[in-house]
């Protein structure tokens, strides 16, 4: 089967895998539909991160093709979204709503790779969610961004406690900083401050339900967050970008009291001075989002039309392509790319 490969930092090439195949009665196998690239994706792809002819992705929907003889929620034919992490959707973690930190949890991204033709997906029980029937394809994009950035943001604004009266301040203007805009929106938030200098991401921002947009950046942005809440902060902050930086950015806009949900993928060397935090008094939460516990909301609100998250993919590539989409990320010439199959 065709499949993107990340041969070593910067090279993209899409060759053949051997075909996915059921290892165990609890797999499914899924002619992918749609997949795309990820910002995390980038990490290999800067050098952040070792690959050597690494299979990429981790974000799907298609069409089950085969399912193994103890799957029960899914049959051949039905048109899933799986979560970016695999789960049994059994185990007390699981079931205590963390599916993202499942026992028997696999990243896609590391054990899989979905930027391919097919993808076997263990556990398939607990970790895809089957639409209510064959969707229309404009809504494919937006199911497809339930798979990962849509179920990341949706977390962070949930850890954050996004709400009613609330002030939510997003800090990071990539997918998953929209996706947190979008659904602190959804969750009632009465105003949403948006962190970037992107034009037209702060035009999307603005789409998805931001009220106000704020450029500057570091000591400069936090104080112009305190000008716009009467001198207190946030009462609720995504942090969406993962750097020393961003989640400085975020403590600094937050209120005495507030939460910050926190999902940008931090790397080696991304520290918090304990001394900031303790005196911040603030709530942290966050990680790998458990994007399995909201699909099915999220799922029902697309189909619905009542949110449209594929607005996110401005740039649409075959498979084949790849290498395009992954220059035009990396060259911040594309938000997020979407790769057809």
Known sequence: MRAVIMDAPGRITVGEREDARILKPTDAIIRITATCICGSDLWPYRGVEP??????????????????????????????????????????????????????????????????????IPHADGTLVKTPGRPDPDLIPSLLAASDVLGTGWFAADAAQAGPGKTVVVVGDGAVGLMGVLAAKQLGAERIIAMSHHPERQRLAREFGATDIVEERGSEGAARIRELTGGLGAHS?????????????????????????????????????????????????????????????????????????????????????????????????????????
């Open 51 to 120: 690959v050597d002819r690494t299979p990429m992705g981790h974000e799907y929907v298609g069409v089950v093709e085969e399912v193994g003889d103890e799957v029960k929620t899914v049959r051949p034919g039905d048109f899933v979204v799986g979560s970016f992490v695999i789960s049994c959707g059994e185990c007390e973690i699981c079931e205590s709503g963390y599916p993202s930190k499942c026992v028997n949890s696999e990243f896609v991204s590391a054990t899989i790779g979905t930027q391919a033709e097919r993808a076997r």
């Open 237 to 341: 902050v995504i942090e969406a970008v993962g750097t020393e930086e961003s989640l400085l950015q975020a403590i600094r806009s937050c209120r005495a009291g507030g939460h910050i949900g926190f999902v940008g993928v931090a790397h080696r060397g991304v520290t918090i001075p304990a001394d900031r935090l303790f005196f911040a008094e603030v709530h942290l939460h966050g990680g790998p989002a458990p994007v399995r516990r909201y699909l099915p909301e999220l799922i029902r609100l697309i189909w619905e039309r009542r949110i449209e998250p594929g607005r996110v993919f401005d740039l649409t590539l075959p498979l084949e392509e790849a290498a395009a989409g992954y220059e035009a990320m990396d060259r911040r010439t594309a938000v997020k790319v979407l790769l057809t199959v």
